[in-house]
């Protein structure tokens, strides 16, 4: 089992920045793949941005540019850096890891972006 705790979320105005972190704990050791996800409302969840082990990252094309998604595997952290942020940005944002052959997600924390 992996536990995921997410800190971060808030309200900011467009154009704000805010980061969000995710702590896993657990089975760690199995962990790959970490990334970030979101839900608007009336919407499908989407990926927004993953890492894997080797630092390879993939972004969704709505937030590249403006997101950069790290990750520390000696802290078994995952941090999203949002900047430039928009209305559309608003959402739950998801942390996920993967450890194979099972996924995790995090309880979810709210962005919003005020216009």
């Known amino acids: 089992q992996v536990q995921l705790v997410e800190s971060g979320g808030g309200l900011v105005q467009a154009g704000g920045s805010l980061r969000l972190s995710c702590a896993a704990s657990?089975?760690?050791?199995?962990?790959?793949?970490m990334g970030w996800y979101r839900q608007a409302p009336g919407k499908q969840r989407e990926l927004v941005a993953t890492?894997?082990?080797?630092?390879?990252?993939n972004y969704a094309d709505s937030v590249k540019g403006r997101f950069t998604i790290s990750r520390d595997n000696a802290k078994n952290t995952v941090n999203l850096q949002m900047n430039n942020l928009k209305p559309e940005d608003t959402a739950v944002y998801y942390c996920?890891?993967?450890?194979?052959?099972?996924?995790?997600w995090g309880q979810g924390t709210q962005v919003t972006v005020s216009s």
């Open positions: 890492i894997n082990g080797g630092g390879n990252t």
């Open positions: 657990g089975r760690t050791f199995s962990i790959n793949t």
């Open positions: 996920h890891v993967q450890s194979v052959p099972v996924g995790y």
